[in-house]
Nanobody, 124 residues
Framework: QVHLDESGGGMVQAGGSLRLSCAASGRTLSRTSRGWFRQAPGKERELVAAINWSGSSTYYADAVKGRFTISRDNAQNTVYLQMNSLKSEDTAVYYC?????????????????WGQGTQVTVSS
């Protein structure tokens, strides 16, 4: 079983930055694609960014393009989400997910393992 631990969430003013981390432990898989999702109150969980197993290919939702950057350190089994120019609409619980596929899925059901989530609150 793969265990995912998110960290780095918190409260920040609009225009500020946060960096989320997601460390994998347990029976880690050597080649997994990873994704960051978010869920705001009353809304569905949505994919924010994703990265393939090698880090050579990434995906961003339109709402975060140019502001968020996903990256990974396979030696540390860790994926990061650098969030800049944060807006109030970025407020949500952010979830890390891992998929056994080499290339990232873009739907929730494509991911096999989930973290517990970390709250990000952006005040205007």
């Amino acid at each position: 079983q793969v265990h995912l631990d998110e960290s780095g969430g918190g409260m920040v003013q609009a225009g500020g930055s946060l960096r989320l981390s997601c460390a994998a432990s347990g029976r880690t898989l050597s080649r997994t694609s990873r994704g960051w999702f978010r869920q705001a109150p009353g809304k569905e969980r949505e994919l924010v960014a994703a990265i393939n197993w090698s880090g050579s290919s990434t995906y961003y939702a339109d709402a975060v393009k140019g502001r968020f950057t996903i990256s990974r350190d396979n030696a540390q089994n860790t994926v990061y989400l650098q969030m800049n120019s944060l807006k109030s609409e970025d407020t949500a619980v952010y979830y890390c997910a891992a998929s056994r596929t080499l290339s990232y899925p873009v739907t929730l059901d494509g991911y096999d393992f989930w973290g517990q989530g970390t709250q990000v609150t952006v005040s205007s």
